[in-house]
């Protein structure tokens, strides 16, 4: 069972719009959430997360908001760079990091 | 079914004691990670493998020393830690040359405790 899912295995964005990707979580112990960036044969490169005491947390063209009751996640990219283009996941931990999940990743390409 | 294993799933050991940490991949994947996760904070690369060469130190202290001897063994040999590196320790695997691109090939990780 799944508890991070990314429903969209792939996004194709215009340069210059507003990537929007998706996470859902089923495990309500979750209270820190991350996203993550990677590129062909690199590890993830950490992005930006948020603890469930917010709703939004802002690091220049990165946001993400979350949605605790409906235990939904995005991140919003803009504006969107052909540079974005990678995969992102996004992942999930408990208060006490005994349980850490990634997300399966979409894979976002930003076309010029 | 990550196709990356990692042994022991859970470990407790003192200051003084010598303990491996062993991630095993049978994926013919190239190139292979240790990270460490620990509660509230990103996750942090530690080494990097490529083809069995050592590719990348991220200033990780040399109580931390990794081994590989083979594309589908990685260790982590821990040695005289401190309690602050009770962590989760990821092991990750990925094609180097061609094959799938940007996926994460993650084990289920080692939870360390250091007393």
């Known amino acids: 069972d799944q508890q991070v899912k990314q429903n969209s295995p792939s996004l194709s964005v215009q340069e210059g719009r507003i990537s929007i990707l998706n996470c859902d979580y089923t495990?309500?112990?979750?209270?820190?959430f991350l996203w993550y960036k990677k590129y062909p044969a690199e590890g993830p490169t950490f992005l930006i997360s948020i603890s469930s005491i917010k709703d939004k947390n802002e690091d220049g063209r990165f946001t993400v908001f979350l949605n605790k009751s409906a235990k939904h996640l995005s991140l919003h990219i803009v504006p969107s760079q052909p540079g974005d283009s990678a995969v992102y996941f996004c992942?999930?931990?408990?208060?006490?990091?005994?349980?850490?999940?990634f997300g399966p990743g979409t894979r976002l390409s930003v076309l010029p | 079914e990550t196709g990356v294993t990692q042994t022991p799933r859970h470990l407790v050991m003192g200051m003084t004691n010598k303990k491996s940490l062993k991630c095993e991949q049978h994926l013919g994947h190239n190139a292979m990670y240790w990270y460490k996760q620990s509660a509230k904070k990103p996750l942090e690369l530690m080494f990097v493998y490529n083809f069995k060469e050592q590719t990348e130190n991220n200033s990780v202290p040399s109580r931390f020393s990794p081994e590989c001897p083979n594309s589908s063994h990685l260790f982590l040999h821990l040695h005289t830690l401190q309690p602050e590196d009770s962590a989760l320790y990821l092991c990750?695997?990925?094609?180097?040359?061609?094959?799938?691109?940007?996926?994460?090939?993650f084990g289920e990780g080692s939870r360390l405790t250091v007393l």
């Open positions: 495990n309500s112990m979750f209270d820190y």
């Open positions: 990750d695997s990925s094609q180097v040359a061609g094959g799938p691109t940007g996926e994460l090939f």
């Open positions: 992942a999930a931990m408990d208060n006490y990091g005994q349980n850490f999940v």
